[in-house]
């Protein structure tokens, strides 16, 4: 008979079968998110495998070759899997190791899965074509995208008890993943482009004489690309100084991981504001030594204690 999938500290042979298939598909997929969770304690680790699992399946029917209707129809499907996992009705032999790992994960932890809803609900913004007037059109895909990521990935990692601020500790995850989502949009701004997809601002674009759309490996030279990104960079540099404020509030294996996932966009971040042309010619990157140092430096909690030292003195900056 199938057994419910339960939280309890005991792992059972499918549920850890099921968290290592987690954890191939992050460690295939997600090379930056897994330098990440590299650095958390098994149970962290596994939980947040699951959910990068979930949510990869879902970007990857957004992201897939099937008509519009076809991935609508896939997406209310997954929705469905959410639903059975949030209401207990995975079973640990079920035949779906993405479901059976999330489902172990969400009664371990306080995982908010509406924000897998939230996920879903961007990923039809693309399906649509959904285009973005302002940036506050753009912050409400980017909030589903990216924004529930972070608000998810809190319920895994938790607060330090007595933390200061820690009240505001999901508006700090929310803000991280807008401005990790503004750094992707801006990297992938022609392989976008090239999929009928534009996610920048029309008002933004407007305002630096842009196309809605960059398919070639120059700018039109009447366009101000170069002022468009650093107007972004600009943006994303803000957000990313508030969301860093969240790494005081974390354990120090939790808080080591946050800044390894979020001090390599920070740095990819960089890169693209040095040359924004770049994006333009192909992907830009960082090496794997460059990843590996931000992994080390957020291991040894050199972020967290500067965001600290930074916000008691009240915002004088950012996070270099």
């Known amino acids: 008979m199938s057994r419910t999938v339960n939280g309890s500290g005991h792992v059972s042979a499918p549920v850890l079968a099921a968290y290592r298939y987690c954890e191939a598909v992050t460690g295939v997929q997600a090379r930056n998110f897994a330098y990440g969770i590299r650095l958390l304690p098994t149970e962290k680790r596994h939980a947040m495998s699951a959910l990068y699992a979930f949510s990869r399946r879902v970007d990857d029917i957004g992201d897939g070759p099937l008509d519009a209707a076809a991935k609508r129809a896939r997406l209310t499907d997954t929705r469905a899997v959410l639903d059975r996992i949030r209401d207990g009705r995975i079973a640990e032999d079920d035949t779906d190791p993405v479901a059976v790992a999330l489902a172990h994960a969400a009664r371990r932890f306080p995982i908010p899965l509406d924000g897998l809803d939230e996920l879903i609900d ?130 120090r294996r939790s808080g080591a991981c946050v800044a390894a996932m979020a001090g390599i966009y920070r740095r990819l971040l960089e890169r693209i504001a040095r040359d924004p042309a770049a994006v333009l010619r192909g992907r830009v990157s960082l090496p794997g030594h460059e990843k590996a140092y931000v992994a080390v430096r957020g291991l040894a909690g050199m972020d967290a204690r500067l965001v600290a030292r930074q916000h008691a003195r009240g915002p004088r900056g950012e996070l270099r």
């Not at 807008?178 to 949009?185: G, K, V, Y």
């Open 122 to 251: 961007g990923v039809l913004m693309d399906v649509s074509g959904e285009r973005y007037e302002t940036w506050d059109d753009l912050k409400v895909y980017c909030r589903c995208v990216a924004g529930a990521i972070g608000r998810l990935s809190l319920g895994v990692f938790g607060t330090l008890p007595g933390a200061r601020d820690a009240e505001r500790a999901a508006e700090y995850a929310d803000t991280l993943g807008l401005a990790l989502q503004l750094t992707n949009i801006l990297r992938d701004v022609r392989e976008d482009a090239a999929s009928g997809r534009g996610y920048l601002p029309a008002e933004d674009l407007a305002k630096f004489g842009c196309p809605p759309a960059f398919l070639t490996s120059v700018a039109p030279p009447e366009a101000d690309f170069t002022g468009l990104v650093h107007f972004e960079v600009r943006r994303a540099r803000a957000l990313f100084a508030t969301g860093f404020r969240l790494l005081p509030m974390l354990d």
